[in-house]
């Protein structure tokens, strides 16, 4: 059974070309201080029984045509590969967001085709992701998943949110490891945060974020 914390229920911005549904799946294994949904961090009562969520995705099956995974991480939960086999039983197309700690489990929804698109959010170079995340990370698993989702030949981008304690340098780093990849950079939101250290700081200004934007493709041309 799998732990849902919400869902929106129409949405033209959450996966490219799909009129879709995205659930919000309770429990991260990452304490990033600028989450921006920091009710989803820990495993609470679902607010959303499985049973009553596949029922309402056939239901408006004629309206919707993808659903989208997120969190949360979802690939934490247990029983996310079989929740995948169920919306695709449906014949919907699915889009998987994740922070590429469990390469296992995309690589099994890959092999599978229970997933037509991925965006894995890289939220920090290689030698700093420990002290951005806020936990220890096994950095192996994070760039075993890059390469996976990079060979899968399915749809897929990288992302990360530039937070004002990243530098530019980091994201350029970053920007090399996922390369030739789709690759975005997101602005950083203070309203909401996991730590209320983050809501004391500033986002940079877009032209700093378009600058290294402009830099990032110079590069991979």
Same mark, same amino acid.
């Not at 799998?2 to 929106?8: A, L």
């Not at 989208?68 to 939960?77: H, N, Y």
């Not at 449906?90 to 296992?104: A, E, V």
């Given at each position: 059974m799998?732990?849902? %914390?919400?869902?929106?229920k129409f949405t033209l911005i959450d996966y490219p070309k799909h009129r879709a549904c995205s659930i919000f799946f309770q429990g991260c294994n990452f304490r990033c201080g600028f989450c921006h949904n920091p009710e989803l /961090?820990?495993?609470r009562e679902g607010i959303l029984e499985e049973d009553n969520l596949l029922m309402f995705l056939k239901e408006r099956k004629k309206w919707l045509n993808g659903v989208?995974? @997120?969190?949360? #991480?979802?690939? &934490?939960? +247990?029983?996310i590969v079989e929740f995948a086999e169920k919306v695709k039983k449906?014949?919907? +197309?699915? $889009?998987?967001?994740?922070? %590429? *700690?469990?390469? $296992?489990v995309i690589e099994?929804?890959? #092999? $599978?085709?229970?997933?037509?698109?991925?965006?894995?959010?890289?939220?920090? =170079? !290689? +030698?700093r992701y420990s002290e951005i995340v806020g936990v220890?990370?096994?950095?192996?698993?994070?760039?075993? *998943?890059?390469?996976?989702?990079?060979?899968s030949g399915i749809e897929h981008e990288f992302?990360?949110? /530039?937070? =004002?304690? @990243?530098? $530019? #340098?980091?994201? !350029?780093?970053?920007? #090399? &490891? /996922?390369?030739?990849?789709?690759y975005y950079l997101q602005q950083f939101r203070n309203e909401k945060t996991l730590k209320d250290e983050y809501k004391r700081l500033n986002p940079y200004p877009r032209e700093f974020l378009e600058?290294?934007?402009?830099?990032?493709?110079?590069?991979v041309r």
């Open positions: 799998v732990h849902i %914390g919400g869902i929106v /961090v820990d495993f989208v995974l @997120l969190g949360g #991480e979802p690939t &934490i939960q +247990d029983d449906i014949g919907y +197309d699915i $889009k998987l967001d994740t922070n %590429g *700690s469990n390469p $296992k099994e929804l890959i #092999e $599978k085709k229970l997933v037509d698109y991925i965006a894995m959010d890289v939220k920090a =170079p !290689l +030698d220890d990370v096994d950095i192996e698993k994070i760039i075993r *998943s890059i390469e996976i989702i990079k060979n992302r990360t949110t /530039v937070i =004002p304690t @990243l530098k $530019k #340098e980091d994201i !350029l780093k970053i920007a #090399e &490891i /996922v390369k030739p990849s789709p600058e290294i934007a402009r830099e990032i493709s110079a590069r």
